[in-house]
């Protein structure tokens, strides 16, 4: 059985969301602007920030290779879905759960930026800044959190805890590291 312990709660994710979606707002004033989410982890995030933004904006996503059932990164980023529009000349805020290592973000805005956005900005709800591996940032971060694996808002373990409301630790269960 795992154990789940509350980080962050559903009321402080709201008003944290809320804030982002005024700047980008604010920033991105008389502009478009596409959402690029990185499935499945961004979904919930890209659904409700999207909503505090008052702005032309259409959405768009993205997949790439994951933990699949384990806790660890293999360090390899494959690409498994493509954007559907095109990027060039647009104004892009990707839309990521969590920045960690810093791996797949490097990789996704690097192949983003090769197709001349306008602008190209990252969004991630939370930021692991003790494990980052690249030198990256996130332009717009909601929580940086310790070096402990968490569940919920979008984020899985094995697939599971996605719908959790809460950002949660998972604490016990089929650890791998
Ligand atoms: P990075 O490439 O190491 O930055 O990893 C980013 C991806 O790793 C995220 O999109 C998540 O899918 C996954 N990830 C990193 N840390 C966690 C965590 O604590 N819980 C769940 N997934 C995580
Ligand atoms: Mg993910």
């Known amino acids: 059985m795992d154990k789940l312990r509350v980080l962050i709660t559903r009321a402080q994710i709201a008003e944290k969301v809320a804030q982002i979606g005024e700047r980008i707002t604010a920033d991105f004033a008389g502009e478009s602007l596409v959402l690029i989410g990185v499935l499945k982890g961004a979904t919930i995030s890209l659904a409700d920030l999207a909503r505090q933004i008052k702005l032309d904006v259409t ?49 996704l805005k690097s192949m983003l930026q090769a197709h001349q956005p306008k ?48 950002i949660c630790v998972l604490e016990s269960g089929s650890e791998t590291r």
């Open 119 to 166: 602008a190209l900005k990252i969004a991630a709800l939370l930021d692991k800044v003790s494990r980052r591996t690249e030198p990256i940032h996130g332009d717009y971060v909601g929580f940086e959190i310790p070096d402990e694996f968490v569940v919920g808002y979008g984020l899985d373990f094995a697939e599971r805890y996605r719908n959790l409301p809460d």
């Open 59 to 107: 959405f768009d996503f993205i997949a790439v290779s994951s933990y699949g059932d384990a806790k660890q990164q293999s360090g390899e980023v494959k690409l498994m879905k493509d954007v559907d529009q095109s990027v060039e000349g647009r104004n892009i805020i990707l839309v990521e759960d969590i920045l960690d290592t810093g791996l797949t973000l490097t990789y």
